[in-house]
Nanobody, 121 residues
Framework: QVQLVESGGGLVQAGGSLRLSCAAS????????MGWFRQAPGKEREFVAA????????LYADSVKGRFTISRDNVKKAMYLQMNNLKPEDTAVYYC??????????????WGQGTQVTVSS
């Protein structure tokens, strides 16, 4: 069982930066793939970035490549999303997820409660 808690969301102007954190509980954190997803009002939840267990392979949605960076610290049982050059279209609730498969789909087994990111123009 894994419990996830996101933090770091907030209001930022376009072009600004935010760093999201995801704190995890559970003894097997390092065995899980981790991902960030987001959901804007009236839209489906969409993939943002993922990082594998072990060597930490990464995947990014095309819309965030070159602007967002995902990372994890298995000792601290934490995952991060550094978001730079934010755009108004990045506004959404951001969710942390953990699962046994390193995928871009929303099939992760465990989810956090979400943190709001709002980017003003």
């Amino acid at each position: 069982q894994v419990q996830l808690v996101e933090s770091g969301g907030g209001l930022v102007q376009a072009g600004g930066s935010l760093r999201l954190s995801c704190a995890a509980s559970g003894r097997t954190f390092s065995s899980y793939a981790m991902g960030w997803f987001r959901q804007a009002p009236g839209k489906e939840r969409e993939f943002v970035a993922a990082i594998s267990w072990g060597v930490g392979l990464t995947l990014y949605a095309d819309s965030v490549k070159g602007r967002f960076t995902i990372s994890r610290d298995n000792v601290k049982k934490a995952m991060y999303l550094q978001m730079n050059n934010l755009k108004p279209e990045d506004t959404a609730v951001y969710y942390c997820a953990a699962g046994t498969r390193f995928v871009v789909a929303t099939t992760y087994e465990y989810w956090g409660q979400g943190t709001q990111v709002t980017v003003s123009s």
